[in-house]
Each structure stands twice: as structure tokens, then as C-alpha cells.
Nanobody
Framework: QMRLVESGGGLVHPGGSLRLSCETSGHPLNYYTIGWFRRAPGKEREGLSAINVRSGTTAYADSVKGRFTIASDTVKSTVYLQMNNLQPEDAAVYYC?????????????????WGQGTQVTVSS
């Protein structure tokens, strides 16, 4: 069983930045792809970014490309999502998830393990 715990959410003004962390435990991070997703009220869960930790391959949704950056630290077993130029439409609960995969999917399948989420609020 892999456990994921997100942190780093909070309230930020439009144009501001946050760095989310996804701390993992239970399995070596190198075996997994870690994805970041979000769900805003009344909307479907949206895949934002993913990283295959072993190869370093990354993927980004068009909605965040150029603003968000994903990175992994295998020593700390943590994956980060640096979010810049946040806008009100970025407000959501952000989740990280783990998939035993060589690919970097932005769909909820094949992610097996999910964190509990962290709230991001963007407001002036």
C-alpha cells in the first residue's frame, strides 16, 4: 500500500504562487508515476501534470503549461508542484496520485493510490 500526503495549499492572491508537496511512503518512489489532479466545485477531476520518477518524463495539461512545474525528490520521497501566476479559476482541491506505470497519464486511470487533497484558494 502506498500512502500519499499533500501539503502546501492555502490562500493566495491572483498572480501569486504556491508550491504543493506530495510526500509518499510505503513503496520506493522510483517505481511510480505521480500525477497531480484538481477538482473544483461542480466540475470533474482534472489531470494537471505527471512525472515518471525513474525516467524524469513529465506531462502537463494545456491549462497549466508554462505556469506549473512538477519535480521529484527521491531522497525525500516527495513530488512537488510549483504553481505560478495563479488565477481564480485555479481554485480547487488538489490531489496527488500514484500509478505503477512507465507513462505519464493525465487521466484518473491508472492511478491506484490517492492522497486526501489540499485546498487552494485564489482570491483578492
Amino acid at each position: 500500500q502506498m500512502r500519499l500526503v499533500e501539503s502546501g495549499g492555502g490562500l493566495v492572491h491572483p498572480g501569486g504562487s504556491l508550491r504543493l508537496s506530495c510526500e509518499t511512503s510505503g513503496h520506493p518512489l522510483n517505481y511510480y508515476t505521480i500525477g497531480w489532479f484538481r477538482r473544483a466545485p461542480g466540475k470533474e477531476r482534472e489531470g494537471l501534470s505527471a512525472i515518471n520518477v525513474r525516467s524524469g518524463t513529465t506531462a502537463y495539461a494545456d491549462s497549466v503549461k508554462g505556469r506549473f512545474t512538477i519535480a521529484s525528490d527521491t531522497v525525500k520521497s516527495t513530488v512537488y508542484l510549483q504553481m505560478n501566476n495563479l488565477q481564480p479559476e485555479d481554485a480547487a482541491v488538489y490531489y496527488c496520485a500514484a500509478a505503477y506505470s512507465d507513462y505519464v497519464p493525465l487521466t484518473t486511470y491508472p492511478y491506484e493510490y490517492w492522497g486526501q487533497g489540499t485546498q487552494v484558494t485564489v482570491s483578492s
